[in-house]
């Protein structure tokens, strides 16, 4: 069965860092297409970004350039998204998905003072 757990999220501070893990099963992380998207309170889904096989293929918003990383570790089989210099405008819940539908809980992040 294909699964998807997000983790990591919480409450931090303007300026602080988070990263959001997103364990897979019933399907290999290193082989699909991972994408990140979110959904701020009130808003429709934001696209954060992708990485494709190739790493070399990562892809980031605009809004999270230079801030945010997605990684993965194939031995564990996880997606990872290390987010720096959090912003309040970050606030929202973070959702790791397969390309072609298969979507993993979402994290909620709130970032605040």
């Known amino acids: 069965e294909v699964h998807l757990v997000n983790s990591g999220g919480g409450l931090v501070q303007p300026g602080g860092s988070l990263r959001l893990s997103c364990l897979a099963s019933?399907?290999?992380?290193?082989?699909?297409?991972m994408i990140w998207v979110r959904q701020a309170p009130g808003e429709g889904l934001e696209w954060v970004g992708s990485?494709?096989?190739?790493?070399?293929?990562?892809y980031y918003a605009d809004s999270v350039k230079g801030r945010f990383t997605i990684s993965r570790d194939n031995a564990k089989n996880t997606l990872y998204l290390q987010m720096n210099s959090l912003k309040s405008e970050d606030t929202a819940e973070y959702y790791c998905l397969k390309k072609g539908g298969i979507w993993g809980q979402g994290a909620p992040v709130t970032v605040s003072s």
């Open positions: 990485m494709y096989p190739d790493i070399r293929d990562t």
């Open positions: 019933g399907f290999t992380v290193s082989t699909s297409a």
